[in-house]
């Protein structure tokens, strides 16, 4: 196949593709999903429109620069300033020629067939396809980080590495961490000859776009330069397995710079990366690439990268691969990284005939197809389930859009509201009704939240599916016809399918706790009479008990489902919680073993078990129990300090001393914690530290008296 039939095969693939996903998009697209689209309606959509009328809020930009509302306020116009439905063509255009761009950059470096094979893979991959309908940053940053790649591996032009500069500059503003291509294209440009030359023509391709940004706000620096990212770091150093709204709220406020966090755990933070290069590489050809795929493409990349021509993609890999380390995993962060394993993959394909040549030259002798042949045969063999399984999700994904969100919204706006306030978990139904999102509090009661709604101002609250999933304590708000005090339900729609809406408005009625246990316990029976037959009701309704302190009702009702053969870990955790409250600890503690069973264990899970051991005074396997939580959290302070108070009852002051000094790193006001640590240290042995300690306390303000009040002990009941 001569160059130019290949590009036109190639050109006609990304054509096609990008047609079948546009029609798509807009036809089949029309409410925001739960995952990514998230952020675009609460965030990116908003900056661009104020970007699009002349402001430049800083609010918008504690991760991300300004490089997506930008496009997406371009875009806005020729879509009559419908924001989502430009995001979405975006996004599936910007995929278009994100496949494209991989397909030159393979064949620039791995020749025809594979870059074949790497375009097919591109347009068949699950998470390829996945993110080219589901619109936010992914898409349009990879395209451009692609071409930032292209034009600084093809050629030693100024004019080109000016570009690559540029669209480096560009994918920066877009993601941070699309900052690793400067470096990535400097130490390419080194091993050129007259590498000043051509790094000053690179350069200044790069400094332009971050010139325009400060140019509109000169305090744009301060997000380039300090941006909140480094909470992405401390939380998959330290946070892991918590709720990133605890987490943020507990031990975020902890570190204020990328500095802070690398200095609390130097070593740790070190070994926690390395270990993410792996363990990233290891998900990425299980998640990002199909297994099927994956399996060869890990030693087709040891033999690609033994290729001469293949060390400057190899830069660009390694190079993205080491700044998405020291983050959690996500496969779409890794798309990047997508073309370089599909050509690792491609390669062995290629090599694979060769090899089948100097093993059975009896059977071609015999007159079978030559092994050469077979090269095609196998990439349709590995591409084809590849596209089965990603239109397949694809149709998922689109038939669990919450329109419900959607069609709440454009009743709320027909009704007038635009401008008010909305309490909800997501801002889909503020974003439809032209209204504010206010987020649900991360715990509390139904008291709590209606308070807090009243104090933030807000006068109505949306609960939906998405509600009941993450805050199953208010299950009972998914019911229609619900009259609560301080809840006035105005609006109730269910498709009987899984997908409903109650929009409630907040009243001034006075809230009362005895009022509203009496009014719930009604609301949670009639809930389940409704619902005959219903485990997840009875979940529901056990899950509403246990909020209001009906340890034995609840339990009565998990137990029932547990007789019934229902296995399900929030029954058992429920019935752990249950049990706990009432003083049972050692069905608390095989509940919560039975939930780890069902489903991965959590920081949250080690700390139950240990915290029922401790009550029933086992304090060597609490502590070893209370180690493991703070292995998976090493942030949280909570478990640190439970593990010094049970070494302390084993008169392990050492290990106390060690655990309370942590709790002291992550929060140095607190006063508690500074008298546990002092306290362990007198009892190691070792008054010097405990005197620095106090000392310490006055530098955060806590007063010396309150440093010296008498020393708690863990619980002897």
């Known amino acids: 196949m001569t160059a130019s039939t290949l590009e036109r095969w190639a050109i006609g693939a990304v054509v096609l593709y990008t047609v079948v996903l546009l029609a798509v998009t807009v036809k089949l697209h029309p409410t925001p999903l739960y995952f990514v689209e998230t952020d675009l309606v609460g965030e990116y959509i908003p900056a661009a429109r104020d970007l699009a009328a002349g402001h430049l809020a800083a609010g918008h930009y504690s991760y991300k620069g300004p490089g997506y509302p930008l496009l997406l306020a371009a875009a806005a116009g020729p879509c009559r300033g419908d924001s989502f439905l430009a995001a979405r063509l975006l996004s599936v255009l910007a995929s278009g020629c994100a496949a494209w761009l991989a397909f030159l950059i393979a064949r620039s470096f791995a020749g025809p067939a594979i870059s074949l094979f790497v375009l097919g893979g591109m347009l068949f991959n699950p998470t390829f396809i996945r993110y080219a309908i589901e619109a936010g940053t992914d898409a349009p940053t990879l395209a451009v980080a692609l071409a930032a790649t292209w034009w600084a591996l093809r050629t030693g032009s100024s004019r080109w590495l000016?570009?690559?500069?540029?669209?480096?500059?560009?994918?920066?503003?877009?993601?941070?961490?699309?900052?690793?291509?400067?470096?990535?294209?400097?130490?390419?440009?080194?091993?050129?000859?007259?590498?000043?030359?051509?790094?000053?023509?690179?350069?200044?391709?790069?400094?332009?776009?971050?010139?325009?940004?400060?140019?509109?706000?000169?305090?744009?620096?301060?997000?380039?330069?300090?941006?909140?990212?480094?909470?992405?770091?401390?939380?998959?150093?330290?946070?892991?397995?918590?709720?990133?709204?605890?987490?943020?709220?507990?031990?975020?406020?902890?570190?204020?710079?990328?500095g802070d966090v690398i200095a609390f755990d130097p070593i740790g933070a070190v070994a926690r990366t390395a270990w993410n290069l792996g363990d990233h590489l290891v998900a990425d050809l299980h998640e990002l690439v199909p297994l099927w795929i994956g399996v060869i493409a890990a030693p087709g990349l040891i033999l690609w990268l033994r290729r001469r021509d293949s060390w400057q993609a190899g830069i660009h890999a390694g190079l993205c691969a080491l700044a998405l380390a020291p983050v959690f995993y996500s496969s779409r962060f890794s798309l990047y990284l997508l073309p370089f394993y599909l050509a690792g993959a491609g390669a062995l394909l290629s090599e694979l005939p060769r090899m089948l040549g100097r093993w059975i030259p009896k059977v071609i002798a015999a007159g079978a197809a030559p092994p050469r042949s077979w090269f095609p045969a196998l990439a349709a063999a590995l591409l084809l389930p590849s596209a089965w399984f990603g239109f397949q999700q694809l149709e998922k994904n689109l038939a669990d859009a919450p329109h419900e969100a959607r069609l709440a919204g454009e009743r709320l706006a027909a009704a007038g509201l635009g401008g008010d306030r909305i309490m909800a978990r997501k801002p889909h139904v503020a974003y439809f009704a032209g209204m504010q999102q206010v987020p649900f509090p991360p715990s509390g009661s139904l008291i709590d939240l209606i308070s807090r709604a009243r104090a933030s101002g807000t006068h109505h609250l949306f609960y939906s599916p998405i509600e009941q999933i993450l805050r199953p304590e208010y299950a009972v708000l998914s019911d229609s016809g619900v009259s609560l005090p301080g809840l006035e339900q105005v609006t109730y729609w269910s498709s009987g399918r899984g997908h409903f809406y109650a929009v409630y408005r907040i009243t001034d009625t006075p809230l009362d706790s005895l009022a509203m246990d009496a009014a719930l316990e009604r609301t949670v029976l009639r809930y389940v009479q409704r619902r005959p037959g219903s485990p997840e009701a009875q979940v529901f309704a056990a899950a509403e008990l246990v909020s209001m302190k009906h340890h034995r009702e609840a339990l009565?009702?998990?137990?029932?489902?547990?007789?019934?053969?229902?296995?399900?870990?929030?029954?058992?955790?429920?019935?752990?919680?249950?049990?706990?409250?009432?003083?049972?600890?050692?069905?608390?503690?095989?509940?919560?073993?039975?939930?780890?069973?069902?489903?991965?264990?959590?920081?949250?899970?080690?700390?139950?078990?240990?915290?029922?051991?401790?009550?029933?005074?086992?304090?060597?396997?609490?502590?070893?129990?209370?180690?493991?939580?703070?292995?998976?959290?090493?942030?949280?302070?909570?478990?640190?300090?439970?593990?010094?108070?049970?070494?302390?009852?084993?008169?392990?002051?050492?290990?106390?001393?060690?655990?309370?000094?942590?709790?002291?790193?992550?929060?140095?006001?607190?006063?508690?914690?500074?008298?546990?640590?002092?306290?362990?240290?007198q009892l190691a042995g070792n008054p010097r530290r405990a005197a620095q300690i106090l000392a310490e306390a006055a530098r955060w303000g806590i007063p010396i008296q309150q440093m010296l009040d008498p020393e708690k002990r863990p619980a002897k009941d």
């Open 556 to 681: 009565d009702r998990l137990l029932a489902l547990e007789r019934a053969g229902v296995l399900d870990p929030a029954v058992a955790t429920l019935a752990s919680t249950a049990y706990f409250e009432l003083g049972d600890y050692e069905h608390s503690y095989r509940e919560c073993e039975l939930a780890m069973r069902l489903q991965r264990p959590t920081g949250w899970s080690f700390a139950r078990l240990a915290t029922a051991r401790q009550r029933q005074h086992r304090y060597g396997e609490a502590r070893d129990l209370y180690r493991r939580a703070a292995e998976m959290e090493p942030g949280n302070p909570e478990h640190l300090e439970n593990l010094g108070l049970a070494c302390v009852a084993l008169r392990d002051y050492p290990g106390a001393a060690a655990a309370f000094e942590r709790c002291v790193r992550l929060a140095p006001g607190d006063a508690q914690a500074r008298r546990y640590a002092m306290g362990a240290y």
């Open 162 to 258: 000016f570009l690559s500069g540029l669209a480096a500059g560009y994918a920066t503003l877009m993601r941070y961490n699309a900052a690793f291509l400067v470096p990535a294209a400097a130490f390419v440009l080194l091993g050129r000859r007259e590498p000043l030359r051509r790094l000053a023509s690179y350069a200044a391709g790069v400094a332009l776009p971050l010139a325009a940004w400060l140019a509109l706000d000169p305090s744009a620096i301060g997000h380039a330069l300090h941006n909140n990212n480094y909470l992405n770091v401390a939380y998959e150093l330290y946070g892991r397995d918590m709720p990133w709204d605890l987490f943020e709220a507990q031990i975020g406020s902890r570190f204020h710079s990328l």
